[in-house]
Every structure is written in structure tokens, then in C-alpha cells.
């Protein structure tokens, strides 16, 4: 068999094999062919047709971002996808709910075809998304749970179903929105987003309606009414979600991650289940970036190697239930990989609540591999 792609020399870290070491990966049609020590290839793995000398760097899975917003031109906050996925090492974006059942058919055609980065979706509960404007849930009538359901079933592209629950977004509604998302999500037989941020509702009405699997994002945020109390210790009810298997995820965001939440929660055991950015056309620029410096950031706080690469690759993919196809180098698996950088230097980063923190490490995007295809970064 002749390899399309062989890749040697790098240090390969893949949580979801619990594979930490060097290397050799094949390449062919697209797929991972082979993972093996260096020397160690089986037989029949052929001449590759092409040769990366992978020396100095990471080798991971494609990352993950679990939590973007992707659809430029139609919403207020979208960012174009090439631009925050595989230009920085991320090979699979999800928004989060940018499109409602409505307006998924213009996200597919200006969003998700002509992007390189493999782009999946939360589905808004309101029929136009974001597309309408930032309050789409203010009025019962926008929500389209009939439509969401019979959606979901025909497009595999759709993960999971977003439900924005604070103040702003819900106005004299309350937690209503929510009920009619997690009745969808149900019926669906899908995992349920939920953005969480100022009250009302309060986040323990919020908490009580979430089943396993479902993912409350902005997790880690520094306003009041979080998943902290004022003495900085975990909600009942925070505690009953996450022993159910409702899953936290950071989604920094422009507003909703704080260092001092974050180390306030490390220090009573509890690590984000998956890391992701929020990242939009409006906070591109800081105070998230990329994916890459969030990343970075959870390593200034503590968080080793490892268990960052494995919240935004094996545990995303798993939230997405896509665990055959992305977020592994496992053979048969689609070939994305991202070769990451781990460099000395100093640099100051800035949470959303603007607290500063100096990383004496950090991490880069050299290149990425979406599906076999060798592609450099910025």
C-alpha cells in the first residue's frame, strides 16, 4: 500500500489512546493508515508519497473548538471559519447556535461549504439564530422546536441544540426558552448547549433541567451567580449536575472567563471537561485570539500538557459523539492532526474580566492537517 502522507519525527500526544511519545503516523485516502514507534510501521505500509519531518513539534489530534461563531455577514458576531480553524491548528469548529432551523440552510451554503475547517453546529432553538439580533429568545413565537427536531434527524452536520439563557437574551421569559430546548433536545436524541451569564433565570433553576451529556458553556465565568457561591464553593446544585454527567466547557468569550473563577474551581478538584473559545469577529483580537492561546492560558494555571490537548480533542469529539472520526489518531479515523509548538518565551495574557497572568510557555499552531491535507498556519 503506497502512503499518501507519512509523518515522522514528532512527539505525539493522543488522549484518547493515552499515547505520549514519538511516533511515525501514515497517511492514505484521507485517513489515519498506521500509528506506530519509530522503525515499527507494519510491512505493509508502502513508500509515501510524501515525507514530514515533524522534529520540534506536537503532534495532536485535530483540535476541536466546541464553541464558535462562524456565520459572517448574517449575524452580528460572525468571524470567518478558515480564519479562526485551520489557520490556527483547529480542524473542527462547532457554532454555537449562530443558525436556527430557519436559517441553517443559508449557514450550510456561506458558512460551512466553503470552508477547509470541518464546520458542525449547536442549533439555535429560535428559528433565525443570531441572525435576527442578540435577544432571541424574548419572544416565545421566534422558538422552533418542530422544525429543530426534524432538522436534526436529516442533517448529521447538527450536534447538539443551543439554548442562550441569561438576561439579555431571554428578557421576561425566564427559564421558558430552556424548557422548550431540553423537551427538543429530547426528542432529538441530542446533547443540549447552554449558555449561561446574568440572571435571571438563576443558574441552579437552570442547572435542575440539564441531563448527561448536556454541556453548560461559559462554566468558568467571573460574574456573580455562577457555579461558585461567595465563599467560593461549588453550588448544590452544581455539584448534582456534575455528578449526573452534565458536562462544563469553558467558552471564553469577550465577557465569560476569569482566571479567578478558574483557579477558585481547580482548587476543589474540578478541571473543565472541554476547553473552547467563544471566539467571534468581536473578540478575535483579544481577549481570546485562538484556541491555541486559550489553551496556553490553562497551562499558566496549572493544567499540564496533556489534560489540555485531551479537553479539545478526545473529550469534544465525545461530546459530539464523533469519537470514530475525529479527536483520535486511531487507524480508520479521518487524518486531521494539528503540530503544535511549546515555546519558552513569556507572554502576558488577559481573561475576560482583564486580569493579567505571564505564561512562561506557550503554544503555537505550525501547521495543520485537515483530512490528509498539509496546510500552514498564521
Known sequence: MTTDLLIQGGWVIDPSQSINGRYDIAISGGRIAALAEPGRLPAEIG??????????????????DLHAHVFPGRTPLGIE???VGVEQGVTTLVDAGSAGARTFATFLDEA?????????????????????GLSELADMDRLTPREAVALIREQPLIRGIK??????????NGIKPLLVAKEAAREAGCPLMVHIGNAPPALPEIL????????????????????LDDRGRLIPEAEK??????????????SSFSFRTMRQARALGLAPHTISTDIYRQNAAGPVHSLTTTMTKFL????????VIAACT?????????TDEIGTLRPGAVADLSLLELTNVPVVLTDAEREQLTAEESVTAKLTIKAGKVLTCR
Do not use: Y
Open 47 to 64: 513508500g509515501a508519497r510524501q515525507t514530514l519531518d515533524a522534529s520540534g513539534t506536537i503532534v495532536t489530534p485535530g483540535l476541536i
Open 81 to 83: 471559519a478558515d480564519r
Open 300 to 307: 499558566a494555571l496549572g493544567f499540564s500538557l496533556e489534560e
Open 314 to 322: 478526545a473529550a469534544p469529539a465525545a461530546v459530539l459523539r464523533m
Open 208 to 227: 435542575r433541567e440539564l441531563d448527561a451529556g448536556d454541556v453548560v458553556t461559559h462554566a468558568f465565568h467571573g460574574k456573580t451567580g455562577g457555579i
Open 241 to 254: 449536575a456534575l455528578a449526573r454527567g452534565v458536562l462544563f466547557d469553558v467558552g471564553h468569550g469577550t
Open 112 to 132: 460551512v461549504k466553503p470552508a477547509e475547517t470541518r464546520v458542525l453546529a449547536f442549533l439555535n432553538i429560535a428559528g433565525e439564530g443570531l441572525c435576527g
Open 163 to 172: 439554548a442562550r439563557m441569561s438576561a439579555s437574551v431571554v428578557r421576561e
